[in-house]
């Protein structure tokens, strides 16, 4: 089977998004996905909709090296963050062909968080985006099943539920109800391992997202039956790990982390 794999931002986070490009056409990626907005208040990010000259130049690169753009991160909408916040990111992913956009809920009234997800829907359905919500297991929608309810009730066709292996794991999630859930909400999905131990603390939880991931086959997450329960989707490799990066540099790592996937998928 062929796969289709993308070179997560977050996999290489220093990295600009020019060189993100050269690297993912040199190692075999068929997509990047690009963190246009940040999530912590010291990350930085390269944010293409502010920036004119450097949007032009990543155009010009995937057009040169047929690299295409699968997700554009992160419209985040705690309670303070409406989804308008985010119609001059949704207008960039456009511009550059992306698919999806990536979001997430981290708000106590599900309610207004359903209604802000159903808005943002909305805004991107124009723009041929499909908006796919992650659910980490340390926020307010920390599950499949929460995922799920969500969907239902904004009952959007542009509407998605991105599973990364990582909080499926974390959240316990059953790959039975994966299985259940109708199969045109899953557009794509972020890859990687780690340990099989689940820490017990939130900071754990997200030390282990943001710093540890490990290239899938090397922990401990059953990844293949995760992959398994889900229709044949491009995957994007998410696997930050400071370590390795500091080691290897973005390129090497980008490699390691696609040569390890297409090892333990049998592609």
Avoid at 56 to 77: F, H, N, Y
Avoid at 162 to 175: E, Q
Avoid at 210 to 217: A, C, I, L, N, W
Wanted: with cysteine; charged share 25%; aromatic share 6%.
């Amino acid at each position: 089977m062929a796969f289709q794999f993308s070179l997560a931002h977050l996999t290489v986070l220093t990295c600009p998004p020019t060189e993100m490009i050269r690297i993912a056409q040199r190692t075999g990626y068929a997509f990047v996905s690009l963190r246009l907005t940040a999530v912590t208040p010291t990350e930085h990010v390269f944010a293409l909709q502010d920036d004119r000259a450097m949007l032009k130049e990543v155009q010009a690169l995937l057009a040169d090296t047929g690299v295409r753009v699968l997700d554009i991160e992160l419209a985040r909408m705690p309670p303070e963050i409406e989804p308008e916040t985010y119609a001059a990111v949704l207008d960039t992913a456009a511009e550059l062909g992306a698919q999806h956009i990536l979001a997430q809920l981290p708000d106590p009234d599900r309610g207004r968080a359903t209604e802000r997800f159903a808005r943002l829907c909305d805004m991107a359905r124009p723009l041929n985006l499909s908006v796919g919500l992650e659910y980490p297991s340390w926020t307010e929608t920390p599950d499949l099943r929460a995922a799920a309810q969500v969907l239902r009730a904004v009952n959007r066709p542009n509407a998605g539920i991105v599973v990364d292996t990582l909080h499926f794991d974390r959240s316990r999630d059953s790959v039975d109800e994966l299985r259940g859930l109708p199969r045109e909400w899953f557009r794509f999905a972020q890859v990687c391992d780690a340990a099989a131990e689940i820490p017990d603390t939130v900071e754990g939880l997200i030390h282990t997202a943001r710093s540890e991931r490990e290239v899938p086959g090397e922990g401990g997450i059953d990844i293949r039956a995760i992959l398994d329960a889900m229709p044949a989707v491009p995957y994007s490799l998410e696997i930050p790990n400071d370590a390795a990066l500091a080691k290897l540099g973005h390129e090497e790592w980008a490699r390691r982390c696609i040569d390890g996937a297409r090892r333990y998928l049998g592609a």
